[in-house]
């Protein structure tokens, strides 16, 4: 996890312009670099590093001897790249598992390149000989990348946006900055005065497509068809991978614990592999809660369950809303579901980075949105629109749970390993009939649990746990975050202010105080950019006036229950 920063074309001094990459420091706390490009006196490449592979050599940009004319600035992990190096018996000059992009584009091009890397990347690729940018994204976002550039041709790219909006340029006064597109790379023309000219955008994965990497996998072989056991089967083996493949660090590994199934399920499975690596360190699982919380009480009895070293966080309403002006800051969002659910995040990656050595966190992410874990899916018309429905949240994942668990985690300088994520697992997943992935008895993610039923990784009462809200679950029942966020911007936000909301946000005006409340403290730290994103986050199906899973009915006749 590092920040990557980089400027094509720059009219302005780049000394000055570097100064914004400062913004992203966090990113990467152990080092940082720039580096201009030889005979482009204004192209300049910025790196912030988090040391986690590769501790001498792992300064970017990445250049080796053999290719003088390639320059590789890149944020993400490949997790494959000693077995394509092995396959094609390329030799490396470090241990960087980003150097195999530079074999892999020498030997085949970029679109070969970017469908062989399996992890999570976001990168700037620049080959002086061909005068060529390549610009790439992985499947669903993990890793960020923004983007700006202008008529005239000058680039500018950063891990987040807030390294780029206050950099200046001659012909526009306001530079628009949008978050590059997940699952896609751009082809970029370099003129001799350093500027660019966009030549093609291409899209090379669909989540659906088993990824062109997966034929020079050593994953044990999977069965075929769709008989409930050899599906089962294969999930087994599938995520077991996942987690296995992302051990790859040179620095210790925690694991996020809210209680629920999916980071039971990683931090279980993580604690097998590790054992199995013979690492020498305990597994540390990290819970956070306020008194009373459904989330801690269930985290607990997981941590027991499998012998990790626990730890919980405890916070009350007013540590975390003070700490939503940061939270907003560090987001770039002000999406509700977005902001209610970073707080509990951030305030625990505070917690991680300040008390503990880990720097890798394992966390359950992406699980909800491939295995329509989300309760409004029991409200799905039917298992292909439910399939349909996953589809988005999962292109979508950028704009919403990826982006919340990236930058709450990257504010403090750890890196997040989302294993559900994971490209073979994920293809594997939705090539399975729509019917067999929707809820059944009432229980969402019923395959998921029941892969799992026979294997004793957690206790059964957490593996039959409902859905909890990650905002919800870490308040009591009685009092729900979102309550408390209510009742707080009550007093903060008046009646006249929500008359006039359309007049002062006429792009995704907000319906409610909270929602008001937190554009508010957006458009202080960005004002203008409002269509960073495109619409809120809500449930579908049912009349939804609020996207906490506390006020959807199947969760109060569950409570009840």
């Known amino acids: 996890m590092c920040g990557i920063w980089a400027l094509f074309g720059s009219d302005d001094c780049l000394s000055v312009q570097c100064l914004s990459a400062m913004k992203i420091a966090h990113r990467g706390p152990d080092a940082f670099r720039f580096e201009n490009v030889n005979g482009y006196t204004n192209c300049c ?45 390329f030799e490396y000059q470090t241990n960087v598992d980003g150097e195999i992009i530079l074999h892999l584009y020498d030997k085949g091009g970029i679109e070969q390149t970017i469908c062989m890397l399996d992890g999570v990347f976001a990168f700037v690729l620049l080959d002086t000989a061909n005068k060529k940018v390549f610009l790439g994204r992985d499947t669903y976002g993990v890793r960020p990348l923004f ?44 003129k001799p005065n350093g500027k660019v000219a966009s030549v093609e955008m291409v899209k090379y994965h669909h989540c659906r497509d088993e990824p062109l990497h997966a034929l020079y996998d050593n994953v044990d072989k999977l069965f075929p068809g769709f008989e409930i056991e050899t599906v089962k089967n294969n999930l087994r083996i599938l995520f077991n991978n996942a987690v296995k493949k992302r051990l790859m660090t040179d620095r210790r590994i925690g694991c996020l614990l809210s209680g629920g199934l999916d980071s039971s399920l990683v931090a279980a499975t993580l604690l097998k592999q590790l054992k199995e690596a013979q690492v020498q360190y305990t597994l540390q699982t990290f819970a956070i809660g306020m008194e009373d919380s459904p989330d801690l009480l269930a985290a607990r009895k997981v941590a027991n369950h499998i012998g990790s070293e626990h730890y919980e966080v405890l916070f009350n309403s007013e540590e975390g809303i003070q700490a939503l002006d940061e939270v907003i800051f560090s987001l770039e969002t002000y999406d509700i579901t977005t902001v ?23 966390s359950g992410e992406g699980s909800d949105e491939l295995t329509q874990g989300y309760i409004y899916f029991h409200k799905a018309p039917s298992p292909e629109e439910a399939e349909e429905e996953s589809e988005r949240l999962l292109r979508e994942l950028y704009l919403f749970d990826v982006l919340r668990a990236d930058r709450t985690t990257a504010a403090h300088g750890l890196e997040l390993r989302v294993p559900f994520l994971d490209h073979r697992f994920s293809s594997y997943y939705l090539s399975l009939p729509p019917e067999m992935r929707t809820p059944k008895n009432g229980i969402e993610k019923h395959l998921l649990r029941e892969t799992f039923e026979e294997s004793n990784l957690i206790p059964k009462e957490i593996l039959w746990r409902p859905k909890e809200a990650f905002s919800d679950g870490i308040t009591s029942v009685k009092n729900s975050w979102f309550k408390i966020l209510q009742e707080y911007v009550e007093h903060q936000v008046d009646d006249a202010m929500m008359a006039n909301a359309a007049q002062k946000f006429p792009f995704n005006t907000p319906k409610t105080k909270e929602g008001y409340y937190y554009r508010q403290i957006f458009e202080r730290h960005y004002p203008g950019r409002a269509d960073w994103l495109s619409h809120y986050w809500m449930p579908k199906w049912i009349n939804a006036t609020d996207p906490s899973a506390r006020t959807l009915t199947h969760y109060k006749s569950a409570a009840k229950a």
């Open 147 to 190: 983007k700006a550039m202008t008529e005239d041709g000058f680039l500018a790219v950063c891990s987040e946006a807030k390294g780029l909006v206050t950099l200046k340029h001659s012909t526009t006064p306001f530079l628009k900055v949008e978050p590059f597109l997940p699952g896609h790379y751009e082809v970029l023309d370099l």
């Open 340 to 362: 209610r659910a970073s707080v509990g995040m951030y305030l625990i990656s505070k917690y991680i980075r300040k008390n503990t050595d880990n720097v890798v966190i394992f």
């Open 45 to 89: 490449f910025g790196f912030h590093r988090l040391a986690v592979v590769d501790p001498l050599f792992g300064m970017q940009p990445i250049r080796v001897k053999k290719y003088p004319y390639l320059w590789l600035c890149y944020n993400g992990e490949i997790y494959n790249y000693k077995k394509m190096q092995r396959h094609f018996e």
